[in-house]
């Protein structure tokens, strides 16, 4: 049986073209980066483009990137950088922000942040915001630019955090132009694999390193750097870029088609949502709550006709699992939740394929 991956808001496959600049950078830049001898130089070289590269496709300084292991490694960075109270997010957060916080602004049945709350939650004691800018569940767009509007007329010395791991491929990165302080990316979001991420950092913000020991990363980040990672990283940025438009509008055709296809009484789509619309919500997310049917069940299920999607579930504690506490925010149906992500290579033809076998499991189960 094929498998058809639908799950790329998760996790995605290395892009083969990729996945060549990959292999040669384990084949010429696997030394240290930071030794003096010819090797460790060939290494740094990789490390420095690749820096370029980065800032290049962000409109910064190269001065101004950190590299990390992950999105969640950026996130902590930023997050543990501030005492607690002085941090103000929402309730769809990724876990690596969420749990670090607890102060939240409220968010819509659409997704969206709630900009009167923000205003009315902003006080002296508040020095970062930090916002999904693309949600990993629901794949809403934030509105940044009300969101900023805001916050720096209000004090422009707050900073403005935004994770941005889901965005590059639907969403232009000047951080000029988003006019924020800090921002997380992630490799593995972007056809990269494994490994390597970053968080762009506003040469003026200061951060406390969650990593002591030799320095790398003007002292922001100790541990020999993972070059090869790090080289794919900066290319599978600059590819997203190069791909964008052209891809947002292949994706959303299939986003729409499984979308329209599948609402009914039974079936909802979680987040906000309007067919051809990527501007704000991305052309690949599709989040469904099933009315009265089990989500283990369900994906299960599809999981054996040979569709890979992701549901959210209850945890074995018995705490409510990241999903449900994102929807919970949006609505009070109960039932199963799952989420599709299409990817750069997924093709209308999986997609009727996906079709027929979520409505044979609707027809089973619902």
């Known amino acids: 049986m094929k498998k058809v991956y639908l799950d790329n808001a998760s ?25 003096l001898h010819r090797a460790g130089q060939d290494a740094a070289l990789f490390l420095s ?64 942040v709630d900009i009167s709350d923000l205003e009315s939650k902003l006080n002296s004691s508040i020095k970062l915001i930090s916002i999904i800018l693309v949600n990993n569940e629901i794949g ?12 720096k007329s209000f004090n422009p010395n707050i900073l403005i955090h935004i994770d941005a791991s889901q965005a590059p491929q639907h969403v232009s990165l000047d951080v000029e132009k988003l006019g924020v302080d800090l921002m997380t990316l992630s490799g593995q979001k972007i056809y990269a694999g494994k490994g390597a991420g970053c968080l762009y950092s506003k040469k ?9 020991g030799g320095g790398q990363e003007s002292n922001n980040r100790s541990g020999t750097q993972n070059v090869p990672a790090i ?20 994706q959303v055709v299939l986003r ?10 039974t079936v909802i789509i979680n987040g906000y ?19 009265g049917v089990d989500t283990q069940v369900l994906t299960t299920f599809i999981d054996l006709k040979g569709f890979c999607i992701s549901g959210g579930s209850a945890c074995h504690s018995g705490a ?18 799952i989420r599709v992500t299409i990817g750069r290579f997924t093709t209308k033809e999986e997609i009727e394929s996906f079709i027929i076998a979520f409505k044979e499991a609707i027809k089973l189960f619902a």
Do not use: M
């Open 231 to 250: 080289h794919a990283f900066a290319n599978a940025l600059k590819l997203c870029k190069q791909t964008l438009e052209k891809e947002n509008k292949r």
């Open 140 to 151: 809403v767009i934030q509105p940044l630019d009300k969101i900023v509007s805001v916050v």
């Open 11 to 35: 996790s995605t496959v290395i892009d083969p073209s990729i996945k060549i600049l990959l292999d040669n950078a384990l084949a010429e830049g696997w030394a240290n980066p930071n030794s």
């Open 256 to 265: 729409d088609l499984i979308i329209n296809s599948l609402l009914s009484e």
């Open 49 to 112: 483009d690749s820096r370029d590269l980065v800032a290049s496709v962000l409109n910064c300084s190269s001065d101004e990137i950190i590299f990390t292991s992950c999105a969640t490694e950026s996130n902590n960075l930023v997050i543990k950088s501030f005492n607690i109270n002085e941090v103000l997010s929402t309730k769809i957060e990724h876990d690596s922000i969420f749990l670090l916080t607890k102060n939240h602004i409220k968010v819509d049945a659409d997704g969206f």
């Open 204 to 212: 003026s913000v200061k951060l406390n390193p969650l990593i002591l």
């Open 320 to 337: 409510i699992a990241t999903t449900n506490r994102i929807i919970e925010q949006l609505h009070n149906h109960s039932g199963a939740n």
């Open 273 to 291: 949502w309007s067919e051809g619309d990527y501007q704000n919500r991305v052309a690949n997310n599709i989040n469904l709550t099933i009315k």
